[in-house]
């Protein structure tokens, strides 16, 4: 049965509410999306109640992160059916700041991470990591939690926040979700809706060559040529490849020869226009 959720749009009803758990003593959690959810989503508000008393759901489509060419105009939105399904999940409050409580005119502060996004997305989608990086971090200031919850969908974004908390030293414990997935394996994503039927059949062999990808770095095979032969087998099914990546997942810089300890299979493709991004890890086999 649906919990009541309570639904704040300015910082200063955020404060109010989170104001009066504090006074009982209650922590805190985080859960920022962008809405349009999903079964990903909420299995992050499952690991969000279980680190905290208190779980914040904020869902704020941020101009900030997409480019010119890119789909803000036509992100999906559903902003009754999210706070239903978030007040199922048991999240106690969703937060839904317009943008001009989050941008009000003026706004001129950016926060960067440039070693960390140049390249992978960041190369494809030039200031996208500046925007998840900014919005990110005013939540964070706004909502002041003990814990935030991050997908591992997101790799690189996921990297980005534990770096920049630690950094600027954010008072906040980064948690991190695996990615979930369809029975087909394609990891769910608010953008899988913008796929054709065919593309939608063809998107879970992102999933499957990423898997054979990490099969082979586990028998020894090298990263530069497994990689390329992951590329060539997503080309030869109609994907247009962005990059197909084999990196330290802790520091994401690239890895060569046979991988000696555990590391990240990255991809990002278009199927006709739309992105899609997925990983996997891997790790040698233990002899
Ligand atoms: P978004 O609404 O796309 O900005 O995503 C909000 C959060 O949900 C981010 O931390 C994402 O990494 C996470 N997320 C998105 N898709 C998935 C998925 N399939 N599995 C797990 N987490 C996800």
Redesign the pocket.
Known sequence: MAQSITTVRTVKELRAELAKWRKAGDTIAL???????????L??IAVAKSNADRVIAS?FV?PAQFGPREDLAHYPRNEAGDVQELAEAGADLVFLPDVAEMYPPGFATRVSLPSLTEDLCGAARPNHFEG?ATVVTKLLLQSTPDVA???????Q??LMIKRLVRDLDLPVRIV??????EEDGL?????NGYLSPAERATAPILFQVLSEVAAGLAEGQGCDAIASAGRFKLEAKGFRVDYVAIRDPETLAPLSGPIKGPARVLGAVYLGKTRLIDNVPAAPKSR
């Open positions: 859960v920022p999306t962008m809405g349009a959810l999903h079964a990903g989503h299995s992050l869902i941020n998840v919850v991050f997908g591992e969908k997101d790799y974004q996921l991190s979700a695996p990615v979930v997935r990891a769910l994503s608010s953008r």
